[in-house]
């Protein structure tokens, strides 16, 4: 069993940064892919960001250049670092790992940027 948790979430204003943590516990062997999408309601959920186990990255084009992920394998996290926040970044965050054939979701963190 494997359980993951997000933290990080909240209200930012415009142009404000917010860092997101995941956290892995359990039965961990090792971790492929490590990502964060997200979800507005009533729409489908998005990839955000991913890195893999060789560290390299792929972004949505509406965040590059603003966003940063980075995982650490020791502390089996991954984060993600969100600078300019637009208002159209507000949504649920959700962290992913992919641990060979199995795929792992966490609870959801909710990010809101807002005046």
């Known amino acids: 069993q494997v359980h993951l948790v997000e933290s990080g979430g909240g209200l930012v204003q415009p142009g404000g940064s917010l860092r997101l943590t995941c956290v892995a516990s359990?039965?961990?062997?090792?971790?492929?892919?490590m990502g964060w999408y997200r979800q507005v309601p009533g729409e489908q959920r998005d990839l955000v960001a991913i890195?893999?186990?060789?560290?390299?990255?792929n972004y949505a084009d509406s965040v590059k250049g603003r966003f940063t992920i980075s995982r650490d394998n020791a502390k089996n996290t991954v984060y993600l670092q969100m600078n300019s926040l637009k208002p159209e970044d507000t949504a649920v965050y959700y962290c992913?790992?992919?641990?060979?054939?199995?795929?792992?979701w966490g609870q959801g963190t909710r990010v809101t940027v807002s005046s």
């Open positions: 890195v893999d186990d060789g560290g390299r990255t």
């Open positions: 992913d790992m992919l641990m060979g054939h199995y795929n792992y």
């Open positions: 359990g039965s961990i062997s090792s971790i492929d892919a």
